[in-house]
C-alpha cells in the first residue's frame, strides 16, 4: 500500500502532481476560461453582497487558509480575517448574515473546526467547507463543500491535504473574481492557464529530492532554526516549520522577515540554520536585506526562490530553486522542499515519520 516508498508521508509527498490534477479536474471550462463548481448553491446575489469571509481551521488547514486570504483578498478586494478554530469559538467573532465562513480540513472531523462551523451557522452566517473527506462530519453539516481530490492521507503530517487545499483556495478565488467581476476575463485566462501548469511544475521540483536529502544530513544535530518570509512567503514558512516541528521535533520558528530586528534577531548565532523563503519579485530586495541581517550575525542561509532570482543566488549559503509561477501559486511549488527537509530530517533522526510522538491524525477532542 505504501507502492515502495518507505513511508506514507513520502509516497504522499509524491502523490502531488496528481491530487492537483484530480482536484482541477472537472472545474474548468472547456474553453479553459472559467471556473465551474458543480452542485455549488451560493448564489451570485450572495456573493455581491459579501463584505467579510471569514477561514477557519486548525494546524496545517489554518496555515493553508493564510494563503487562501491572500489569493480571496488580491483578487476579489473581499476583506478575509483567518482564525484557528480553538480561538475563533471561545470569542464573539463578528459573524453576520453577509459574512462567507471558510473552514479547512482534511479529516473533516476535527472537534473545533466542526465547533466553529456550527457556531458561524448560528451566527447566520453560510458556512463552506474545504475538505478531503466527502461522508466526514464537516462535509455533512457545511451548507457547501468543495472537496480536494488528494486520496487518503495516513501519515500524520499532513502535504497532499495542505497544497490541495490551496488548489481549492485558488479555483474558489478566481471563481470569486469572475462572479464579482473584479479581474478582466483575459487575466482570468492567463491565471488558470498558469494554475494548470502546477503538476508539472511540481513534478520537476520533486526531481531536486536529493539535494535536500544532503541538506537535512546538514541541520539534523541543530537544536533550533529559524524559517523567514515575507507576506505569502510568510505563510509558507509557518507551515514549513509546523512541519520540521513535528515529525523532527527539532525547535523552529517561523518570521515574518521584517520583525526579525524586533526581536528574534537576538537568537541568530555562529551557524544557526535559516530557512529564506523569497518567492515574491515584488519582495526580494527586502528579503535580500534581511538575509544579510541573519548572514552577518552567522546564520548559515538556505534560499528557497524562483530560478530567474539570479541576484538572490549570491547572497545565500544554499539555494533551492523552483520553477517560475504566478505570485499566487509559489506556495505550492516551495512547501515541497521544506515537506522534504522535514521528511529526511525525521529518517536521518530515526524518528517514526509516519506516527510522530504525541499526535493523532485526526483531533476529534476539544
Ligand atoms: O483534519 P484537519 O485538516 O482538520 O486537521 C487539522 C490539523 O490537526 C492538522 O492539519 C495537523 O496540524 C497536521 N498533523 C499537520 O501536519
Not at 503530517?157 to 488548489?167: D, G
Not at 478565488?173 to 487575466?187: D, F, N, R, S
Not at 517514526?352 to 493523532?360: M, S
Amino acid at each position: 500500500e505504501k507502492d515502495g516508498f518507505e513511508h506514507f508521508m513520502l509516497k504522499e509527498i509524491y502523490e502531488q502532481p496528481n491530487a492537483f490534477r484530480k482536484t482541477i479536474l472537472n472545474r474548468i471550462d472547456s474553453a479553459g476560461k472559467n471556473i465551474v463548481f458543480e452542485g455549488l448553491q451560493l448564489s451570485s446575489e450572495q456573493i455581491h453582497r459579501l463584505d467579510k469571509i471569514f477561514i477557519i481551521a486548525c494546524g496545517t488547514a489554518y496555515h493553508a487558509g493564510l494563503v487562501g486570504k491572500h489569493v480571496i483578498e488580491e483578487l476579489t478586494r473581499i476583506p478575509v480575517e483567518v482564525d484557528v478554530a480553538s480561538e475563533f469559538r471561545y470569542r464573539r467573532p463578528i459573524v453576520t448574515d453577509k459574512t462567507l465562513v471558510i473552514v479547512v480540513s482534511q479529516s473533516g472531523e476535527t472537534a473545533d473546526t466542526l465547533a466553529a462551523l456550527r457556531e458561524s451557522q448560528r451566527l447566520g452566517a453560510k458556512v463552506l467547507a474545504i475538505t478531503n473527506v466527502p461522508g466526514s462530519s464537516i462535509a455533512r453539516d457545511a451548507d457547501e463543500v468543495i472537496a480536494t481530490v488528494a486520496g487518503p492521507e495516513i501519515a500524520v503530517a499532513s502535504t497532499k491535504a495542505y497544497t490541495s487545499q490551496l488548489i481549492a483556495f485558488y479555483l474558489f478565488g478566481i471563481y470569486l473574481a469572475q462572479v464579482k467581476e473584479t479581474i478582466p476575463e483575459e487575466e482570468r485566462k492567463v491565471m488558470i492557464e498558469a494554475l494548470c501548469k502546477l503538476p508539472e511544475q511540481t513534478e520537476v521540483v520533486l526531481q531536486h529530492a536529493n539535494d535536500i536529502r544532503m541538506y537535512a544530513e546538514a541541520i539534523k544535530g541543530h537544536s533550533s532554526l529559524f524559517f523567514i518570509g515575507r507576506g505569502i512567503d510568510y505563510a509558507v514558512a509557518l507551515e514549513g516549520s509546523l512541519k520540521l516541528k513535528e515529525i523532527s521535533y527539532i525547535h523552529s520558528e517561523a518570521y515574518a522577515a521584517g520583525e526579525l530586528k524586533h526581536g528574534t534577531l537576538a537568537l541568530i548565532e555562529e551557524g544557526t540554520p535559516v530557512i529564506a523563503l523569497a518567492t515574491q519579485t515584488e519582495l526580494y530586495e527586502k528579503m535580500a536585506s534581511n538575509i544579510k541581517e541573519v548572514k552577518a550575525r552567522g546564520a548559515h542561509v538556505l534560499g528557497v526562490t524562483l530560478e530567474e532570482n539570479i541576484e538572490l543566488h549570491r547572497n545565500v549559503d544554499d539555494v533551492c530553486l523552483i520553477p517560475s509561477a504566478m505570485a499566487l501559486f509559489t506556495p505550492v511549488l516551495s512547501v515541497i522542499p521544506l515537506q522534504l527537509i522535514s521528511y529526511y530530517t525525521s529518517l536521518a533522526l530515526g524518528n517514526d515519520v509516519d506516527k510522530p510522538r504525541n499526535l493523532a491524525k485526526s483531533v476529534t477532542v476539544e
